[in-house]
DNA sequence: AAAACGTGGGC
DNA sequence: TGCCCAAGTTT
């Protein structure tokens, strides 16, 4: 293995020529002619980049930005607007976190993103690995921005044979051996963007990759293999009952989940609880019907079945629960209340 | 410290 | 088709 500071520089050079053009990214060429990062654009990114890949992130990042301009703007913004926003990106808990933090600077800071790790980790959303993006990318600090492609392409690249998550420490060592003091924020997006196009999780294109004759996991022809993981526990099944009722005046009647927990603060449609088995909990008495299809869903623990009732609604109707959204724009959905408002939406024509 | 927390694309 | 996995954080 070469100097860190030698291969940092070559992985620069690739990036140099490799880099792929993204809205929040600023480039060397950008700088060159005066364009400085914007630390709320950074941190937007950063977080919707959170478990999330490109190309799911792209557009919402472009809305977001182009709705809210600044941090102040975001953290005027009412809370079911900007989670209807981020409706369909996931990790619900990361936008009710976004406006959380999006207060505090805007009303305690002053508009103004700290620019130290420990001031950054104080806020809510920011972990380890946002702090680090955001005090290298925005403010250029030598910080060592540890995320998933990172892991591997360490792990790879120092043959660290030892499973994840066990092996998270000695991966981040790895790292901070080759953290160069000159272009940080661009050293740090070069090694993710090396691990999304070339260090894949699978098939990895070892022979176009800048750092290949440094690879000892390649010398030794286990990069492919590598990281390790400890062996994942299965998904149990769990089942629902969504009831999906629209009124007369075309309103439909929705719920605000609650803050915590899953889908916490999105729209949904009334049910009990989901469990082992479907529990009849309708949010108001009228001639519910059953669906004939359900809707499958996958979440990060748990697969989902869920039945669906439909229901026409009186404009009389008082519900125990939820209230009638009188335009209700699908998009403003997760994902899987989306999926039930398909299904019903042609059950009740 | 292990578990909770979404979704979509690739193979 | 079902599993893997992705620019992680919180409790």
């Known amino acids: 293995m070469r100097d860190g500071q030698v291969m940092a520089d070559e ?152 499973p994840m998550p066990g092996s998270k420490p000695a991966l981040r060592e790895a790292a901070a051996t080759l953290t160069p003091n000159l272009r940080p924020g661009d050293y740090a997006q070069a090694v993710m963007d090396l691990g999304a196009t070339i260090c894949t999780p699978k098939s990895p294109a070892c022979g176009i990759c800048p750092w290949r004759d440094d690879c000892a996991g390649r010398a030794e022809g286990i990069a492919a293999e590598l990281p390790r993981r400890e062996a994942k526990k299965p998904k149990p099944l769990r089942v629902g009952i969504a009831y999906v009722g629209r009124r007369e005046d075309g309103a439909w009647l929705v719920e605000t989940r609650p803050e915590r927990g899953l889908l916490g603060g999105m729209l949904g449609w009334p049910g009990a609880d989901w469990g082992e088995v479907a529990i009849e909990a309708p949010p108001v008495d009228a001639d519910w019907r059953d669906v004939g299809e359900d809707v499958r869903h996958t979440f990060t623990h748990f697969h989902l079945r869920l039945d669906l009732r439909v229901a026409r609604l009186p404009m009389d109707c008082v519900p125990e629960r939820g209230h009638f959204a009188p335009k209700l724009a699908p998009s403003d959905l997760p994902t899987v209340m989306r999926k039930a408002f398909d299904l019903a939406r042609s059950a009740l024509d």
């Open 11 to 162: 992985l620069l050079d690739w990036y140099d020529r490799h880099a792929r053009v993204m809205p929040w990214r600023v480039g060397p060429r950008d700088r060159a002619s005066g364009i400085a990062p914007d630390p709320y654009a950074v941190w937007l990114s950063e977080v919707m980049l959170q478990q999330t890949t490109v190309a799911a992130v792209r557009d919402y990042f472009t809305r977001f930005l182009a709705l809210w301009p600044s941090v102040h703007d975001l953290a005027a913004a009412e809370d079911a607007r900007v989670m209807g926003e981020w409706a369909g990106l996931g990790y619900y808990a990361r936008a009710r976190n976004l406006l959380k933090c999006a207060r505090v600077v805007s009303g305690e800071l002053d508009g103004v993103f700290p620019d130290t790790l420990e001031g950054l980790m104080a806020l809510p959303g920011i972990g380890p690995y946002t702090a680090a993006a955001i005090a290298a990318i925005a403010f250029g600090r030598p910080e060592t921005v540890v995320d998933g492609n990172v892991e591997r392409v360490m792990a790879r690249l120092f043959a660290i044979t030892d």
